[in-house]
């Protein structure tokens, strides 16, 4: 019954912003670990990579996005978010929202990491 859904990916311009969500059912929220993944098109074999993760209130950004993305969440809506940007080309992915039960000290940053997963959102940034 558990599940996470992503939305409010789309079409954008650099510098431009989004914010995705990913709504969870059939857990509560604020007992997991949560990440952000993405994937680059025409580098599947690279796997997917995380951007931001978030577990016991504190969060984890990767370089690449550091100061332009941030994660939050909505408890009561059992919900966590991705404010992006000044969105850049490279930027480009899908991106995934995943779950992991219990909350580690430092937010985990790897795939494999992960239990739950999302279906993925489109996020395109281009002129």
């Known amino acids: 019954q558990a599940q996470l859904v992503e939305s409010g990916g789309g079409l954008v311009q650099p510098g431009g912003s989004l914010r995705l969500a990913c709504a969870a059912s059939?857990?509560?929220?604020?007992?997991?670990?949560i990440g952000w993944f993405r994937q680059t098109p025409g580098k599947e074999r690279e796997g997917r990579s995380c951007?931001?993760?978030?577990?016991?209130?504190?969060?984890y950004y990767a370089g690449s996005v550091k100061g332009r993305f941030t994660i939050s969440r909505d408890n009561a809506k059992n919900t966590v978010y991705l404010q992006m940007n000044r969105l850049k080309p490279e930027d480009t992915a899908v991106y995934y929202c995943?779950?992991?039960?219990?909350?580690?000290?430092?937010?985990?940053?790897?795939?494999?990491?992960?239990?739950?997963w999302g279906q993925g959102t489109q996020v395109t940034v281009s002129s």
């Open positions: 995943a779950a992991k039960s219990g909350s580690p000290w430092f937010p985990p940053m790897y795939s494999n990491d992960y239990s739950y």
């Open positions: 059939g857990f509560t929220l604020d007992n997991y670990a």
């Open positions: 951007a931001s993760s978030s577990s016991g209130g504190r969060t």
